[in-house]
């Protein structure tokens, strides 16, 4: 039986307590005020898109906004407003998914570093070291020069990328936990290592990996988006924000509507969700809250 500090806490609040105050925390509200409606929308895609955002009117190319086509067109004639919409679609599951994938190696690479210490932390932590000493970017561009184009391993790019910054995250947590009571109770009772590692400390270490992993979601769709402009990750005819902007840039004096409004669409995205990683931030540790934006 664990025995962790409470069954009903996250890190250092109680659960009731962690809601009220994420309820009252203007930066989480903001934040979602702007993330769910740009989830629903690009979760539902075409069903709720009036065109198809694959399909050209040469003849209604560079339409301003406004009338038959509510956010204008492209160089094609394609629906902006279409566009936008499923565009989100590939960018929401990048982001979700490379941190998520993020956290499935790093989150054990944490927490094992910083448990076991001595050579193991030394060893995992100098290979953590080298991987975050070369720029995201340009470490997602290496990787994805080595495999084709495709949004699984825009995904797989950006995970790895992410790994580190996790994995020093959950150890630096780690350290904090590894020497409280209940933790040296479950070494007295002969527990296993993995069920220590995961009954014990990660549910009381799980405050600043939430907070770094709702931050990254947000770092993971910028990357994605610039990885489509350089034309590493979806290119045409996808409706994908980063290729959107990439083109638009070409066209940018016969339809500036063309680059505004994946652009604002990528804005509010990255800002809701930096929104909803600082005020996660303030109520799990308000001790270091706030600075993140």
């Known amino acids: 039986m664990a025995t962790n500090k409470s069954d009903s806490t996250f890190g250092d609040v109680q659960v009731p307590e962690l809601v009220r105050k994420l309820l009252?925390?203007?930066?989480?509200?903001?934040?979602?005020?702007?993330?769910?409606?740009?989830?629903?929308i690009s979760g539902l895609g075409e069903i709720v898109t009036p065109f198809d955002p694959l399909?050209?009117?040469?003849?209604?190319?560079?339409?301003?906004?406004g009338g038959k086509y509510v956010l204008g067109t492209d160089n094609l004639g394609r629906d902006l407003l279409s566009r936008v919409i499923v565009g989100g679609q590939s960018s929401l599951l990048l982001g979700?998914?490379?941190?998520?994938?993020?956290?499935?190696?790093?989150?054990?690479?944490?927490?094992?570093?910083?448990y076991?210490?001595?050579?193991?932390?030394?060893?995992?932590?100098?290979?953590?070291?080298?991987?975050?000493?070369i720029p995201i970017l340009l470490l997602?561009?290496?990787?994805?020069?080595?495999?084709?184009?495709?949004?699984?391993?825009?995904?797989?790019?950006?995970?790895?990328v992410f790994v580190p910054r996790i994995g020093r995250v959950t150890r630096s947590a780690t350290l904090s936990v590894s020497q409280e009571p209940y933790v040296m109770a479950a070494k007295s009772r002969g527990e296993s290592t993995p069920y220590i590692l995961?009954?014990?400390?990660?549910?009381?270490?799980?405050a600043p990996i939430v907070v770094e992993a709702s931050v990254r979601v947000g770092y993971a769709i910028l990357i994605g988006t610039s990885l489509s402009f350089l034309g590493l990750g979806a290119g045409p005819p996808n409706a994908d924000w980063g290729y959107m902007i990439a083109t638009a840039r070409n066209h940018i004096y016969e339809t500036p509507w063309f680059l505004l409004w994946p652009s604002l669409?990528?804005?509010?995205?990255?800002?809701?969700?930096?929104?909803?990683?600082?005020?996660l931030n303030d109520v799990l540790d308000p001790r270091t809250g706030g600075g993140r934006l």
């Open 24 to 40: 009252s925390s203007r930066k989480v509200l903001l934040g979602l005020s702007i993330l769910m409606p740009v989830i629903i």
């Open 116 to 133: 076991m210490g001595g050579r193991v932390d030394e060893y995992l932590m100098r290979l953590m070291d080298i991987l975050m000493s």
């Open 55 to 65: 399909q050209t009117h040469i003849l209604d190319k560079y339409a301003a906004p």
């Open 96 to 114: 979700f998914s490379a941190t998520a994938f993020s956290m499935v190696f790093g989150v054990p690479i944490g927490l094992i570093a910083g």
């Open 198 to 206: 995961f009954q014990e400390i990660l549910p009381n270490v799980m």
């Open 140 to 160: 997602g561009i290496l990787i994805l020069v080595a495999l084709p184009s495709s949004l699984i391993n825009v995904i797989f790019a950006i995970g790895v």
């Open 265 to 279: 669409a990528l804005l509010l995205t990255i800002m809701a969700t930096n929104l909803l990683g600082d005020g």
